[in-house]
């Protein structure tokens, strides 16, 4: 006579699996950031590499802790004296704000602040032609949901 696989193997078993297709779903949930883009063609991978970008500006407000990146054809142009030089930035010149909402620092002996919970990305990009309608300059703001580690865009 055979013995009937008990209702708590059973059971386990099917929590394995329960768990187990949870991860395939998340998995095949999550979000490639590089795939977002705007109506107008403003595309999150024109950016792509920007957490390395050399910092060109930093600023703070009460709500937000702000970093400005570069691409390298804009820091040349800013080591070229463009904007002051009177000469525009050249076309592919794109520039990327880093927003978190500010927290106290837990480890430095002094009262600083550092970054806390990313709230979003704005991208912003000089293409003379492209962006004509608004002074050669396209930009697009993707919204951070943490909670969902997603970026959608805010348009």
Do not use: C
Not at 34 to 46: E, I, M, N, R, T
Not at 97 to 116: C, L, M, R
Not at 117 to 139: M, N, P, Q, V
């Amino acid at each position: 006579m055979k013995k009937m696989p008990s209702l708590l193997m059973m059971s386990s078993f099917a929590v394995v699996l329960v768990v187990l297709g949870a991860g395939v779903i998340s998995a095949q949930q999550q979000q490639d950031k590089y795939s977002l883009k705007v109506p107008d063609g403003l595309a999150f991978s024109d950016f792509r590499g920007y957490e390395g970008r050399e910092v060109v500006s930093v600023a703070r407000t009460d709500e937000v802790l702000k970093v400005i990146v570069a691409n390298p054809v804009m820091i040349e142009a800013y080591k070229a004296g463009v904007p002051g030089n009177g000469k525009p930035f050249p076309d592919g010149s794109k520039i990327a704000k880093i927003q978190w909402i500010p927290k106290k620092s837990t480890e430095a002996p002094f009262d600083v602040s550092v970054p806390g919970t990313l709230t979003d990305l704005f991208f912003i990009e000089r293409h003379s032609k492209r962006f004509a309608g608004i002074a050669g300059w396209g930009y697009v703001l993707f919204d951070y949901d943490a909670p969902s580690d997603t970026f959608k865009p805010n348009v």
